[in-house]
């Protein structure tokens, strides 16, 4: 595939990826979990894998320099993705790379894959545990642009979902609104009630009772999400399926002595140095992550 022999030539010849694929025997308990975002979304994803494993030292690195991706090309996201994650991984070392981004994934997974010889998670969305829980049989997939139209997630629901009316709905709105309120910005109920309406003003919205949310923004809106949908309306998400597997794909390995040393060591890498980001100290701190980088 062009786009993965590019990937590798601009990163790296093949015989030096090699270098991410350590044995057990050869991670040091300090080998960060590397989380990756386009912005604070994959905050919520975070949280999750915090939970499960809060001895692990973590880097939660966010693209804001060319945030928002879900306005971005198919095409400008697999080249981008894949060359960010090479340098990030190259600077900090990861055991593991969570791309906690549902736009990235659903375009770049296999690219990142091919790129580097690392463990890659990716973030999808949560298509099968909706469909299974729906009652109506109708769901909703709430996510970016990019990510609902992409070919990802028409096998989803083509294998997971096949006999249920499935609403697809893009709101950059959304994942603006959750970027502000991380800032310690109010968000106003009619703004998120306005971001919704489109599923619901959709032929058949009246019998959806699962909405996915397919993009890791959006549980960062979880209660206010949930005030504007009609009562009886689920919201399902992917972040506590993504922290299980990545608890599974490092069960064995080397962590911190110490619950919660990784925590105190937590690092957030931004790709821009914007002049709000002082405004996320706050929320940043929240999920442990004390130190902030640059790229
Ligand atoms: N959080 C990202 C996702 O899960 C995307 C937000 C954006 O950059 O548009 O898709």
Known sequence: MATCRAVRM?????????KFLRPVSALTPSAPVLVFDSGVGGLSVLAEIRALLPQAPIVYAADNAWHPYGQKSEHEIAARVPALLGRLAERYHPRIIVIACNTAATIA??????????????????????????VNRAIAVLGTAATVRQPYVDRLVAEFAPDCLVIRHGSPELV??????????????????AAVAPIFAQAGAERVDQIVLACTHFPLLRDELAAACPPGVALVDSGAGI?????????????????????????????ANTPDLPLLTPALNGYGLTRIDLL
Do not use: C, H, M
Not at 10 to 18: D, E, K, N, T, W
Not at 109 to 134: E, F, N, Q
């Open 10 to 18: 601009r990163l790296a010849p093949r015989g030096a990826l090699q």
């Open 109 to 134: 997974l296999a690219d990142v894959r091919a790129a580097l010889d690392l463990p890659i998670v990716g973030t999808v969305p949560a298509v099968k545990p909706a469909a299974l829980a729906s």
């Open 176 to 193: 603006a609104l959750a970027e502000a309120k991380l800032r310690g910005t109010p968000v106003p109920a009619e703004a998120i009630a």
């Open 243 to 271: 922290a299980r597997r990545t608890a599974f794909l490092t069960q064995g390995q080397p962590w911190p002595d110490l619950p919660g040393e990784g925590r105190k060591e937590g690092i957030a890498v931004f790709t």
